[in-house]
């Protein structure tokens, strides 16, 4: 189009010679248009599919953790079902999550593949898969018991998609204490042991500065923080999860900053 263009005007201006130089120009224009086109589309269709990839590996690994101690328990089934309303699913998506979470639980799920898989799509080092982690572990805290073998099963994953034993540890035991935090705030618990709770919710103690525990919340927004998510792959229907995780992180600081004043 542009080698058009930059012939006519070329031509109105600079007669003969203006139109050789306008279509050489024109077509320059056309020529740089056309990569970034494609690198348009070519990200949309990358996002696309780290969406769909995120959602599958989600939903197989959720099944598989409800399988690792021996047997399916009516209330792992009904904690899968609950995420899935949180995450306002339509009834072809929840028909699709559902067979995955039962893809997840057969005895020839091959867990190496789909995490080979997950990895190849999300790349190294993805926020993603941070996010994936913590998903696993509010599912095995929402029955308030994460037994030996599914943290057994949830550190193999870390481990397999390069997340340390020290990065697990901390992300478990802030989970953890989320799940505890929001159950003291809505059971009433005394303001001690909600603050405890709020303390280890950011992975910060008592004895750190104001400015520490700042930098530790605003990292932890980062991390979690919808938009960023949403710009690195994640389905739309986890955006509410992320939004309630972010919720929950600052109402812990919030409480810090009330008690510290």
């Not at 740089?32 to 590996?57: C, D």
């Not at 893809?103 to 799509?121: C, M, P, R, T």
């Not at 990292?219 to 972010?246: C, F, V, W, Y």
């Amino acid at each position: 189009m542009w080698k058009i263009v930059g012939a006519v005007i070329g031509y109105l201006w600079l007669g003969f010679f203006g139109l050789i130089g306008g279509l050489i120009i024109g077509q320059a224009v056309d020529g740089a248009r056309r990569p970034l086109l494609f690198q348009t589309k070519a990200g949309r269709e990358n996002l696309k599919q780290q969406q769909s990839v995120f959602f599958q590996t989600l939903f197989l690994l959720m099944g598989r953790l409800a399988k690792v101690d021996g047997h399916v328990s009516t209330s792992e089934i009904q904690i899968a079902e609950a995420i899935m309303q949180r995450m306002g699913l339509s009834t072809l998506a929840q028909q699709e999550a559902k067979r995955l979470f039962n893809e997840g639980k057969s005895a020839n799920f091959d867990l190496v593949g789909v995490l080979n898989h997950f990895q190849q799509i999300m790349g190294p080092r993805s926020l993603l898969t941070r996010q994936l982690i913590e998903v696993l572990l509010v599912s095995a805290y929402a029955d308030g018991h994460f037994s030996v073998e599914e943290k057994s099963f949830v550190s193999q994953v870390c481990a397999h998609l390069g997340i340390s034993v020290a990065e697990f540890e901390a992300l478990h035991i802030q989970i953890k204490q989320q799940a505890q935090f929001n159950q003291s705030r809505a059971g009433g618990a005394s303001d001690k042991d909600m603050l405890h709770s709020a303390y280890e919710a950011l992975g910060v103690t008592s004895d750190m500065t104001d400015g520490e525990i700042k930098k530790a919340y605003r990292k932890l927004m980062s991390q979690n923080h919808p938009d960023k998510l949403a710009a690195q792959g994640l389905p739309e229907e986890m955006l509410t999860i992320a939004k309630e995780r972010t919720q929950e992180i600052q109402s812990a600081y919030e409480l810090i900053k009330k008690q510290r004043k």
